[in-house]
């Protein structure tokens, strides 16, 4: 399952629109989002981190190890 945007607004000093992906959050900050309808859960059979690496937004894109790196050709050199 995915917790995705549920409403445009600013999150964490970048503007987020409805169905983008919530990141960077804990467990208790998402059950708080979702719970006041900034957020919402759902449920998908893809898995997106079996493909490394992959673009978790804003240009940046993440390592099989767990580094977030900017760039699409330096994430491709750094996976290497």
Do not use: F, I
């Not at 898995?47 to 673009?55: I, L």
Request: glycine share 12%; with cysteine; net charge positive.
């Amino acid at each position: 399952m995915e917790l995705r945007h549920a409403r445009h607004r600013k999150y964490k000093g970048q503007w987020v629109y409805p169905g983008d992906w919530v990141e960077g959050h804990t467990e208790k900050e998402a059950k708080a989002m979702v719970a006041c309808g900034q957020a919402y859960w759902e449920k998908t059979d893809e898995v997106y981190e079996d493909y490394y690496p992959y673009h978790v937004g804003g240009g940046w894109y993440k390592l099989s190890n767990g580094q977030k790196v900017k760039g699409k050709e330096a994430a491709k050199k750094a996976e290497l």
